[in-house]
Each structure stands twice: as C-alpha cells, then as structure tokens.
Nanobody, 123 residues
C-alpha cells in the first residue's frame, strides 16, 4: 500500500515556474514507477510525466517536453515535478500516482493516486 500527498500548486503567471512535490508513505515506494498526471477543467485526465524506480528513465507528454522535469528521492520518498515556462493551458489539477503495470502514458496503468494539487496559470 502506498499513500500519496501532493503539494506545491498555486497561482502563477504565464512564463513562471512551480515545483510540485509528492510525499509517499509505504516501504515499497521505491519499487514503483511514479507519474504525474493532470486534469484540466472539462477535459479528461492526461499523462504528464513518469519516472522509473531508479530514476534513470523518464517519460514526458508531448505538451510538456522541454519544460517540465520529473525527479525522485527514494530516501525521502518524494517525487518532484519542476514546471518551467508555464502556459495557461497547463492549468489543471495535478495528480501524483504509482504505476502498477502497462504503458506509462496510459491513465489506467496507475493504481495509487494522491488527492491532487491545483495549478492555475494566468495569462
């Protein structure tokens, strides 16, 4: 069992930066590929980024490549999402999740979810 708690969301102007954090509880945290996913108002949840258990392999959604960076600290049980050059279309609730199996960019691959943190980017 893994419990996830996100933080770091807020209101930021376009072009600005935010860093989201996800604190995990549970001794098996380091075994999971961790991901960030988001859901904008009126839209379906979408994949943002994922990071393998060792931190050596990363995956990004096309809309965030080159702007967002995912990282993890398996000692502190934290996953980060550094978001730079934010755009109004990045406005969404951002969720941290642990992947069970399946494709990294498939929402259904993720089994444990946090409660989400809101990010609003103003133009």
């Amino acid at each position: 069992q893994v419990q996830l708690v996100e933080s770091g969301g807020g209101l930021v102007q376009a072009g600005g930066s935010l860093r989201l954090s996800c604190v995990a509880s549970g001794r098996t945290f380091s075994r999971y590929t961790m991901g960030w996913l988001r859901q904008a108002p009126g839209k379906e949840r979408e994949f943002v980024a994922a990071l393998g258990w060792s931190g050596g392999v990363t995956y990004y959604g096309d809309s965030v490549k080159g702007r967002f960076t995912i990282s993890r600290d398996n000692v502190k049980n934290i996953v980060y999402l550094q978001m730079n050059s934010l755009k109004p279309e990045d406005t969404a609730v951002y969720y941290c999740a642990a992947r069970f199996s399946g494709d990294y960019d498939n929402i259904a691959s993720y089994g444990y979810w946090g409660q989400g943190t809101h990010v609003t980017v103003s133009s």
